[in-house]
């Protein structure tokens, strides 16, 4: 072997030594890095504690995660400060084009989660600390939504639907959505802007149903489904068999909605314990009136009757 191939083979030798042993030039670097970051955010007033991973990737840039817990219950205005100005002074100390970052803190009981980069994250991160309140459990602030889970209950708290003056529901480029199991049944409600969900007496069609079908069952308001863009109030059961329908809970739950201005469209679903699809009835409706006798009208149409009869029973 030559001199000078033995050379060659020696400074590649102790480079590989020094990568593995985390001494090369490049691992340094990205130890300061991190520990600037690291005394960065422990500074800063809001924040209780702070971890920062950097993951070294040989054909791509370095993936950097933080994780950054705010002290309790802070304000709106320290949060927006921490996801905007925070975040920002994180991506110029790493040298990174994007930083997976989560910040997190409790407000009223409720934990929260903001997932980073996002867009107008301090607007989102500020209106929802002034939209928690103590019934929530988790609040979730994603690129694409705010969702917010409330803890279980054996009743839906009165004035549950977010009205279209919260905060949340003022920004607009995100979806905002409520959930909450209620005995043994999840409600759950999908917002849209300048859509005002709080005529719906979701309450009452959940007290309607039976109890001994309220095992599993699913009540969903959606200000605006995928297809039709329609406020649509779905409600899905189980049935040990086909056999086993009953028109009576379908019936009680739409009683309950007619009349109601807002919603556009009821559909009433059925499953059974397998893989079968569910079996869908749906009705449109139009200032608070069922249109024709629902789809398909045969199975409709007895569903539609018992619902009528439940209102004149009533009254």
């Known amino acids: 072997m030559s001199v000078r191939r033995r050379q060659v083979l020696a400074v590649t030798a102790a480079s590989l030594a020094l990568a593995v042993a ?68 994180v991506l110029r100390l790493t040298g990174a084009s994007e930083v997976r970052m989560v910040v997190t803190w409790a407000q009223a009981k409720a934990s929260v989660f903001c997932y980073l980069p996002m867009k107008d994250a301090d607007k989102a ?52 959505e409520q959930s909450i199991l209620i005995g043994r049944s999840h409600c759950f409600i999908s917002h849209a802007k300048g859509k005002d969900l709080t005529s719906v007496p979701i309450k009452r069609a959940l007290d309607s149903i039976p109890s001994d079908k309220r095992y599993g069952a699913v009540l969903s308001l959606e200000a605006e489904d995928v297809g039709s863009h329609q406020v649509r109030l779905i409600f899905k059961k189980w049935a040990k068999d086909w056999q086993d329908e009953d028109v009576q809970p379908d019936a009680a739950v739409l009683a309950t909605v007619l009349g109601n201005q807002a919603l556009q469209r009821v559909e009433l679903s059925t499953s059974v314990e397998s893989k079968v699809q569910p079996k869908v009835v749906g009705f449109d409706m139009k200032s608070g009136a069922v249109v024709g006798q629902g789809d398909p009208p045969e199975k409709g149409a007895p569903i539609l009757a018992a619902a009528q009869q439940v209102l004149t029973s009533a009254s």
Do not use: N
Request: hydrophobic share 40%; net charge negative.
């Open 125 to 176: 991160a500020s209106a929802t600390v002034e939209a928690v309140s103590p019934g929530m459990e988790r609040v979730q602030i994603e690129e694409e939504r705010i969702s917010f889970e409330y803890r279980t209950t054996e009743t839906l708290p009165d004035h549950f639907i977010l009205p279209p003056t919260s905060p949340v529901l003022r920004l607009g480029s995100l979806r905002v």
């Open 22 to 89: 985390g001494c090369s030039p490049m691992a340094m670097a990205r130890r300061r890095r991190k520990r600037k970051v690291q005394q960065y955010l422990s500074g800063l007033d809001a924040v209780a504690s702070a971890r920062v991973e950097v993951h070294p990737e040989f054909s791509e840039p370095d993936r950097w995660i933080v994780d950054v817990r705010l002290k309790d219950d802070p304000s709106a205005e320290s949060v927006a400060t921490v996801v905007r100005d925070a975040y920002a002074e």
